[in-house]
């Protein structure tokens, strides 16, 4: 009988798999959003968050927010509660994140922009130095600022 | 021998000029010394426990020299010692580009506000720069060392 039930699990989603490519297939507002939800999963894959799912981790505060900009832009301005851990002078301020931040902590790293490579550059260094769980958070602070949500500085 | 000689209007002109501009720039530092300090870090030649103490040093120097330019005391050592700032300036914005960073220079703030001119280092800082050290060369040179308020020094 488990046996039964193993062996159903992946007919049914294999199942539900087909009907969803059929549909994606037939109707073009349905292959719409099947490309649209590829992209936020290679998106999420890579590490990547977008907008409300950013949101959504500083709403519930199970996040760290690491500002990867230089340190006098991050004193001017920055998301609420961020820590400033820059591209440019990441190895004397990791000392002292190290310190203050658990190795399992969940961190979402932003710079200013899409465009702007620090947010990548520091998260690779984060997981160069045992932090498994880094994020990046792509959209920067002008996407964060255009929605007007907190911020301080 | 003939002394080589500077007209005194366009000494007390500069004088007059580059001492309002010090003096504002070194307030501004002055109000905001952890914003100055944050970005000597990013140039990146200074040790951490250094920073504070050269940001309040070099606020100071620019407020106290700009001041001493603008009421006539001791003219041609604060604009000496403004030369050895510019110099350090100029060098620290020229080893920053070259090792290509990309940062504010930290130089006069409100200049890049009122005029839009551009503070992230490049070249322009480090023209203006030199021309501010053009600028300060015959203050230095043909200036007066005396104190205003006594009447019989040369």
Request: hydrophobic share 50%; net charge positive; aromatic share 10%.
């Amino acid at each position: 009988m488990p046996l039964h039930i193993k062996s159903g699990k992946p007919l049914r989603r294999k199942l539900f798999t087909t009907v969803i490519i059929l549909l994606s297939s037939i109707s073009p507002s349905l292959s719409q959003l099947h490309a649209a939800a590829s992209v936020a999963l290679a998106k999420e894959e890579s590490g990547e968050l977008d907008l409300s799912a950013t949101k959504a981790l500083f709403d519930t505060h199970s996040a760290c927010f690491v500002d990867a900009r230089s340190e006098y832009v991050y004193y001017k301005s920055h998301i609420t509660g961020a820590i400033s851990l820059s591209d440019s002078r990441f190895e004397e301020q990791f000392p002292d994140f190290r310190h203050n931040k658990a190795i399992e902590t969940l961190i979402v790293v932003y710079c200013t922009e899409p465009s702007c490579g620090m947010a990548r550059h520091v998260a690779k260094k984060l997981m160069k130095n045992g932090y498994r769980n880094v994020r990046v958070f792509s959209g920067g602070l002008i996407e964060w600022a255009h929605a007007g949500f907190p911020m301080e500085g | 021998m003939t002394k080589i000689g500077f007209p005194s209007a366009l000494i007390t002109a500069l004088r007059l000029m580059l001492g309002v501009l010090f003096i504002m720039s070194g307030y501004e530092k002055l109000m905001d010394l952890k914003f100055f300090a944050l970005i000597i870090a990013e140039y990146q030649i200074l040790p951490t426990f250094l920073i504070s103490a050269i940001a309040l040093l070099f606020s100071l120097c620019e407020l106290l020299c700009g001041t001493m330019l603008l009421i006539d005391l001791f003219s041609r050592f604060s604009s000496s010692v403004m030369l050895c700032m510019m110099v350090i300036f100029i060098a620290a914005m020229i080893n920053n580009v070259m090792r290509g960073l990309d940062h504010d220079c930290g130089c006069f703030k409100f200049l890049s506000q009122w005029y839009g001119l551009k503070e992230e280092i490049g070249i322009v800082p480090v023209v203006r720069d030199i021309l501010f050290f053009i600028l300060l060369l015959p203050i230095a040179s043909f200036g007066s060392n005396r104190v205003p308020w006594k009447k019989d020094q040369k």
